[in-house]
């Protein structure tokens, strides 16, 4: 964890580098460690506190990075509006260090763990391969969906990801522990989590775009950076309000249909701003009900992984949620700019309108997916519960008739291996 944000200070101190792009791009690479600090701080989390503790501390986490998205950009937006976008880096690298000092004074060291080397050849693999896709979605507008160079970058990240896949599944110390996906509670909860950060982000960068989008174009709202990043103020707020309410919430709702409710939150929220965007409070409202979606349906998630898993791999369980939320969160922004691209008329600056509905709908239908399959990862997880508490009911009563004893962790680590 230190040496992640050692390198993430390290591209802060780059990219406040005024009048250098070259720089600029490698301190955004070096930044970009700092997406693997949240999985990190899970699995420390897993290993320093008790089983009830971790619990609500991973949930409290796994809505940390969305709060942190709503507050970063409208601050980003007051700095940049009064001091320039380098002077963006240059706060990001002091709140860098204090982190930096907290974790080396705060966070208990690991010696205690087995270590592990570095699967370098797999973490170069995985990043090829989603760089190739993400620049083949990003410019297939441009380019062409049926042009050479599309088809090439496609094919290209689509080989180069199925050979990090096996690579992954016969490496001892693989980055991404793709054999936990053979359970397919973890699969469903990793595909849910996937579906999320797409559909999260294509109405993030969509909204900001839109907010700052001029007037004369007949739909814009023509408000500046900063307003568009206060935009997602409600949007941050929301998401913690949610992570606090559910506990209070699962009194009356069963915990298992906690993330469908917050996928379906989401989708009335897309639904509101496709019928009215036309004012900017309605924007803040939406932005808070879409906060609240997200905030519940992740604060939830991790729960279903963690019960889904034993206790040894709840850390690369969770982190390869964290990877897929990740991922989903590149895919959305690419997929909500090629789509704006793809209604921007030639030698004009700004798409339709029709252009912007067109991206909201198709948030809609990504949200109801992860609505769907949060309600099938909810049914199997009620089934399985209700299977061991069954067994253990066998078990005791066996106990009294001197008969086999049912052992609740060897049952679940087996479950867990065959996909149950």
Same mark, same amino acid.
């Given at each position: ?18 009048? /250098? ?42 809505? !940390? ?94 080989? $180069? ?21 053979? /359970? ?13 950060? $797409? ?43 949610? /992570? ?81 939320? !990740? ?73 009294? !008739? ?15 291996? /065959?996909?149950?």
């Amino acid at each position: 964890m230190i040496g992640a944000l050692a390198v993430v200070l390290i591209g802060c101190v780059f990219a406040a580098i005024p009048g /250098n792009f070259a720089m600029l791009i490698v301190g955004r690479g070096l930044q970009g460690i700092g997406l693997g600090l949240m999985p990190l701080a899970m699995a420390v989390a897993r290993d320093h506190l008790g089983a009830q503790r971790a619990r609500a501390c991973v949930a409290a986490l796994s809505v !940390t990075a969305v709060a942190g998205i709503g507050l970063g950009y409208p601050l980003t937006g007051v700095i940049a509006h009064f001091w320039g976008f380098h002077a963006c880096f240059v706060v990001a690298a002091l709140a860098t260090t204090i982190v930096l000092i907290g974790a080396i004074v705060v966070v208990p060291g690991s010696g205690h763990l087995e270590r592990h080397p570095l699967d370098v050849v797999g973490a170069l693999a995985l990043g090829a391969g989603l760089t190739a896709l993400l620049i083949a979605i990003s410019l297939g507008g441009q380019w062409g969906w049926t042009s050479v160079p599309l088809l090439s970058c496609a094919v290209l990240g689509a080989v $180069i990801l199925a050979l990090w896949a096996r690579h992954e599944l016969g490496c001892d110390h693989p980055i991404v522990q793709l054999r936990l996906l053979r /359970n397919r509670s973890v699969l469903t909860a990793d595909v849910t989590g996937l579906l999320a950060g $797409i559909g999260m982000f294509v109405m993030s960068s969509t909204v900001i775009r839109f907010v700052q989008t001029p007037t004369d174009t007949g739909y814009g709202l023509g408000r500046s950076a900063m307003i568009a990043g206060l935009v997602l103020v409600p949007f941050s707020l929301a998401s913690v309000v949610a /992570n606090k309410l559910v506990p209070a919430t699962s009194r009356w709702l069963p915990r298992n249909l906690i993330m469908p409710v917050g996928a379906l939150a989401f989708v009335a929220a897309l639904v509101l701003l496709l019928f009215g965007r036309s004012d900017l409070w309605i924007v803040f409202v939406v932005m808070g009900i879409a906060g609240l979606g997200v905030g519940f349906t992740f604060a939830a998630m991790p729960a279903f992984i963690v019960s889904a898993v034993p206790a040894h791999e709840t850390g690369s369980a969770l982190g390869v949620n964290q990877v897929t939320r !990740t991922v989903g969160g590149a895919v959305g922004s690419a997929l909500s700019a090629t789509v704006l691209a793809g209604y921007t008329l030639p030698g004009q600056l700004y798409p339709t309108d029709n252009g912007y509905s067109t991206v909201i709908v198709v948030g809609v239908g990504l949200w109801i997916v992860t609505a769907l399959l949060a309600l099938t990862l909810s049914y199997a997880r009620r089934r399985t519960v209700r299977v061991r508490e069954e067994l253990i009911d066998e078990s005791v009563e066996s106990a009294a !008739t001197g008969g086999f004893v049912y052992d609740i962790d060897s049952r679940r680590d087996m479950g867990a291996r /065959n996909g149950v």
